[in-house]
């Protein structure tokens, strides 16, 4: 599965998807783009983005897209934080389609 990580989350958080092919959109040479460019830029190129940004799909019609989007929540965007939530991350990537949006919410404390 062709992954891409949204620039807001840390990028060693590749590596716990390393049974995947995983890029990160400053690797890509896209940051600093807007949602709506950065979505056509990464439409055909991968199949899931991975973003902490929970208003995507508020903002833009995702269902066109050909992609899956998986939402991380939690309270910071730090590696240590989103780790925890990446076993459940991998357990969705098995089943998730194009055009669904995915929440996964860390437990709170």
């Known amino acids: 599965m062709r992954i ?6 840390p990028r060693k958080l590749k590596f716990e998807l390393s049974e995947h092919e995983v890029r990160t959109v400053p690797e890509m040479g896209w940051a600093s783009k807007k949602n709506g460019e950065l979505l056509r830029l ?4 991968f199949d ?3 973003t902490i940004d929970s208003n995507l ?7 066109s897209l050909g ?3 998986v939402v991380l ?3 910071n965007n ?5 780790i925890p939530l990446m076993a459940q991350v991998r357990e ?3 089943t998730v389609q194009p055009g669904e949006v995915v929440q996964v919410t860390a437990k709170s404390r």
Do not use: N, P, W
């Open 4 to 9: 891409l990580i949204d620039e807001c989350l």
């Open 42 to 45: 990464m439409s055909g190129k």
């Open 57 to 63: 799909k508020y903002q833009q019609q995702l269902g």
């Open 48 to 50: 899931v983005f991975l």
């Open 67 to 69: 992609l899956a989007f």
């Open 92 to 94: 969705i990537l098995r």
């Open 78 to 82: 730090k590696l240590a934080t989103l």
């Open 73 to 75: 929540t939690a309270h």
